[in-house]
């Protein structure tokens, strides 16, 4: 991620706990921080992440910026690794008590692996949004956004909920900002128990786009499913991880299939599987290597498809070339709306759009493309029109 793009995100950030060194102090230091029971530190999502045992081991934070947070718009960001448990694990909250006016929650209800997140002005005035946590991840990344009347609740990148309200919520009490210490410990709630990481809270709401450009992928493959000439290679990224064992399936034409960032050699189109193991917790990715004979190609095969649904639910998610195999040197892939304005351009051939305009999800409707291209030496040129849907 670029500086520039690093500043624009940092803007109205109020208070960002890091955890790197194994305390609850925000990086600024101006913010009152208190724990009580011992403070340990695991592998996190980035440098370390804070570690609570569900039991009296908690934290609270205090300042005017806090106070005034959840009455205008604002951003709350972080990442978490629960343990296993049953019953309602309070994560973060700001409330004087366990009734229904005035606070922000946001919980775990990990016999459903399903997140909370509430902000209640009164019982007319409120919003709660859930997201279902997906079985093959042990990081999961969390950021609930107000903008006027609207509440969002993403997961890992993507929009899980929202809700627009007939009123804005505002809330203005006098309680601290706790981590696993609600007032509804002994009413609904035990305290969290699991790793947390990157606690970050702004006094403004993050759009979609700087949401999706701070997410870690952790755990995963980063290499995307490619194309490759016989003969070639494939040298294997993968993102932030605590794993400590690592196993390639198949082990043929595998560098070293213990370790996560392998090389790949395979002769035929080939779908890996990876599995990473975090204790109890195990991951399978997967990365698919197409082998083509560029002896065999045919310039004017190039594919893209006719509609794209960039709805964040992992399936067709992104428009692009379908082949890029084909294309020896690509000039330019442009996409514009029936306007004319150009709404995307790339000058790869794997470069793909996720509906997106100056940060905004465009509507529904129909789109162009042009493309501009060399293949076996020769300059060519495609275009035609496709459909986003929702």
């Known amino acids: 991620m670029s500086r520039v793009l690093n500043a624009q995100i940092d803007k109205n950030l109020v208070a ?21 029971g011992a403070l340990t530190c695991d ?23 806090l106070q005034s947070l959840f009455i205008g718009d604002f951003s709350v960001s972080f990442y978490f ?10 994560i973060l909250s700001k409330r004087e008590n366990c009734g229904i006016d005035s606070f922000f929650a946001i919980r775990y209800i990990a016999d459903q692996k399903t997140v909370v997140a509430e902000l209640i002005q009164a019982v007319d005035n409120q ?36 809700r627009i309200n007939n009123y804005k919520i505002s809330v203005a009490n006098k309680a601290r900002l706790t981590l696993a210490n609600s007032p509804c410990l002994s009413v609904s709630d035990i305290r969290y128990s699991g790793l947390i990481d990157e606690i970050k809270l702004f006094n403004r709401s993050l759009t979609l786009l700087e949401i999706r450009s701070i997410y870690v992928p952790g755990d995963h493959i980063l290499t995307q499913d490619t194309v490759i000439f016989k003969g070639s290679k494939v040298n294997v990224r993968i993102g932030q991880t605590c794993a400590d064992k690592f196993e390639w399936f198949p082990k043929s034409d595998i560098t070293n299939p213990m370790i996560a960032n392998t090389v790949l050699s395979p002769t035929a189109t080939t779908t890996y599987v990876l599995v990473s193991e975090q204790g109890s917790c195990i991951i399978r990715d997967t990365l698919k290597v197409i082998v083509v004979d560029n002896s065999q190609l045919d310039c004017n095969d190039v594919s893209l498809p006719n509609a794209f649904t960039p709805n964040g639910d992992g399936l067709n998610d992104e428009f692009g070339i379908s082949n890029p195999y084909v294309i020896e040197v690509l000039h330019s892939f442009d996409i514009f709306d029936r306007w004319g304005e150009k709404v995307f351009s790339s000058q790869s051939a794997t470069g793909t759009w996720d509906g997106l305009f100056k940060g905004t999800q465009l509507n529904p409707g129909i789109f162009i493309y042009h493309l501009k291209y060399t293949c076996q030496g020769k300059a060519r040129h495609k275009s035609g029109s496709f459909s986003l849907i929702k």
């Not at 913010?31 to 009580?36: E, N």
């Not at 592998?43 to 910026?65: F, H, K, Q």
């Open 16 to 36: 960002h706990f890091a955890f790197d060194s194994c305390d609850v102090q925000d990086k600024a230091h101006s913010i009152t921080a208190s724990s009580i």
């Open 127 to 162: 919003g709660s949004l859930k997201a279902v946590l997906p079985s093959n991840s042990c990081w999961f990344h969390i950021v609930f956004t107000k903008s006027g009347n609207k509440l969002t609740l993403y997961l890992n990148g993507q929009e899980a909920d929202s």
């Open 43 to 65: 592998c996190g999502v980035s440098g370390s992440a804070l570690r609570l045992n569900g039991g009296l081991n908690y934290a609270d934070w205090e300042s005017t910026g």
């Open 81 to 90: 690794k629960p343990d296993a448990a049953i019953g309602t694990m309070d």
